[in-house]
């Protein structure tokens, strides 16, 4: 190690700090004579700290078009005093913020330009700056860093897979008591074992935290926020905004930054990357970014976050192949697609096709009804033809964080160009009258037996928005209680996976607890409402011991005795 110099880190590798000295006096010629900017470099002796490494990377690939402009392709690259001690002097010029920095940075955007892409990146590549190829190795060799911000039932079976997959994770969430129970072991979502956590934290593959600051501590960042409506029914991005700022709070190159919450078409490229952007590095050259839309069915026994194959759309080409590359290490399939924009508006494509269909059978429902045709035996029939049909089934209406709002997110961006999306408008209209359909029929069936909806016993059975998961949000479920209510039904509700009510923004939420369904209260009920199908439900029991059971999913369809109880609807 010289005796003289001032330190520097390496920019190899961020997080290493390697210092090693610059022999001034033998750089400075050298670079004089390649570059006109010989006043500046030599004013640069006093500067003290290296600058960030994404300009490093920049100021490689300047030092090397210039040379091969002045027609001495062998210097940027085969210099005598080192590659990285040319790009420090340099580097240190970049980073001023003076008026001499800015005239700096000014010509090499002109001379940057004439270069070409291939150039540059081959360039970057030799001399060991391109972020890219950084990251890629890390990714390559699993030593990256995985960090997961919003730790939902998105975010906690992705951590699942990248640890399957022996990556080290982070979390990030703020919610302090998800921090608090991630950290203690502890898993707050049914299908996730806690042993699972306790064991990634104590393997030291999971980092739970909300401190938002250490997210420069991951290599690859993938934002899982919530992406709700607001109270007009239009998007409600400021989760997505506020991740995205805590983000450029402390981005720094060779970060890979992935959006996975569902979302309309741009909002990669016109809300997240400005935001991005203002940290001052450059997008696909200092860190880079892709939208992958989370296609997570939480409760489905056939398909966990690593089986289920994962689009991937990158701003740029280096975006793109990173994070193809990244989920190619924990998912079963990578389909890469052009650009951010065509994930996107695939995600929501398969959200309003579900809508759509849904929608459409809960139609025939009503139709058939009025006719005495069962709708379920005509799905089950026409299901048999083995192509040119997908089976959908009715319900109560639509529930869940995903199908009832996410085609709404598409239907603001066409009111933005002027169009209208009727099929999701009519889908819309047509599955929110639902509970209403479902009420009405239970007081047509509680009138045959000369009751009224107003005093009777009514027990709904499951609150959470589909079979056998413990998420409530959106569930119809809500909706039929406060109809229920309204009308004067002595309510109760029982749910094995919801043991108490939560509170819900929409909904005035009456104060319950799940109901043990023994014998005797079932035979007090006047009726049993079936509003989720939970597969630890025994309905020959609960048919069994009923006065009157009103099926909105096909659940009792294989009940033997007491048929005559049931009504669908
Ligand atoms: N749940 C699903 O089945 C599903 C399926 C596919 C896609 N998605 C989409 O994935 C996204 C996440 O959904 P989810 O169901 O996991 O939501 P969730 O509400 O279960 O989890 C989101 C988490 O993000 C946290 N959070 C909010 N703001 C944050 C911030 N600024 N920084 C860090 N953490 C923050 C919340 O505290 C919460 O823990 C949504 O866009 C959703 O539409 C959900």
Redesign the pocket.
């Known amino acids: 190690m010289p005796k003289s110099g001032r330190w520097h880190r390496s920019p190899s590798d961020f997080g290493e700090t390697v210092a090693i000295r610059r022999p001034w006096k033998a750089i400075v010629p050298k670079v004089r004579a390649l570059v006109p900017l010989r006043e500046h470099l030599l004013e640069t002796r006093d500067v003290q700290e290296c600058p960030p490494y994404g300009k490093l990377a920049k100021m490689s690939r300047f030092i090397v078009k210039t040379c091969h402009m002045r027609g001495k392709s062998d210097v940027g690259l085969g210099s005598n005093y080192g590659q990285f001690r040319i790009i420090s002097v340099v580097s240190c010029v970049l980073s001023r913020s003076d008026q001499r920095g800015t005239r700096i940075r000014a010509f090499m955007r002109q001379h940057q330009t004439q270069a070409t892409c291939a150039e540059d990146r081959q360039a970057a590549t030799a001399l060991g700056t391109d972020m890219s190829v950084q990251l890629e190795q890390r990714i390559r060799e699993r030593t990256a860093i995985i960090g997961i ?7 906690l079976p992705l951590i699942k897979a990248f640890v399957a997959a022996g990556f080290q994770t982070m979390g ?4 302090q008591s ?1 921090i608090g129970m991630l950290s203690a072991g502890k898993s707050y979502i049914k299908h996730i074992d806690s042993s699972d956590i306790k064991s990634w934290i104590d393997e030291e593959q999971l980092t739970a935290t909300s401190d ?1 600051s250490r997210m420069a501590e991951a290599d690859c960042l993938l934002i ?4 709700p409506l607001d109270d007009s029914r239009d998007p409600d991005l400021r ?1 997505v905004e ?2 995205a700022r ?1 983000i450029a709070a402390s981005l720094r190159p060779g970060q890979l930054v992935v959006l ?4 309309y078409p741009t909002t990669t490229r016109n809300v997240v990357l400005p935001i991005l952007a203002e940290s001052g590095l450059a997008v696909g050259e200092d860190f880079f970014l892709a939208y992958s ?6 409760g489905n026994p056939d398909y966990s976050a690593a089986g289920i194959p994962k689009v991937v759309g990158g701003i740029d080409e280096a975006s793109g192949e990173l994070a193809c590359m990244l989920y190619s290490h924990a998912i079963v399939e990578v389909i890469p697609v052009d650009s951010p924009e065509t994930a996107e508006a695939c995600k929501i494509l398969e959200n309003t096709y579900r809508a759509v269909n849904i929608a459409l059978v809960n139609e025939l429902k009503i139709l058939f009804d009025r006719m005495g045709i069962d709708v379920w035996k005509v799905i089950d029939a026409a299901k048999t033809k083995p192509f040119g049909f997908q089976a959908f089934y009715p319900g109560p209406g639509l529930g ?3 199908i009832p ?2 085609p709404f997110y598409l239907t603001w961006l066409a009111r933005k160009h002027g169009l209208n999306t009727r099929f999701i408008e009519l889908a819309g209209e047509v599955n929110s009258r639902m509970p209403g359909y479902v009420i009405f029929r239970l007081m047509e069936f509680l009138n045959e037996q000369g009751k009224s909806l107003k005093g009777s016993k009514v027990c709904l059975l499951g609150v959470a928005y589909k079979r056998d998961v413990d ?1 409530p949000r959106e569930s119809p479920s809500f909706e039929l209680m406060e109809l229920l209510q309204k009308r004067g039904a002595i309510l109760s509700y029982n749910d094995p996976h919801i043991p108490t009510l939560p509170e819900m923004r929409h909904y005035d939420v009456p104060d319950l607890e799940s109901i043990e369904l023994t014998p005797d209260f079932l035979a007090s009920q006047d009726c049993v409402l079936i509003a989720t199908d939970h597969s630890a439900y025994d309905y020959e029991s609960i048919v069994k011991h009923s006065q009157l059971v009103l099926d909105t999913r096909n659940a009792t369809k294989n009940v033997t005795e007491g048929q005559e109880k049931i009504r669908k609807a």
């Open positions: 911000i919003g730790l939902g039932y998105v975010g990030f969430d703020v919610d998800k938002m899982c926020v919530p992406t989760y506020g991740t805590a996975e919450s569902t979302t839309p989370e296609r997570e069915d939480p869940g964080h995903c709002i996410d998420d």
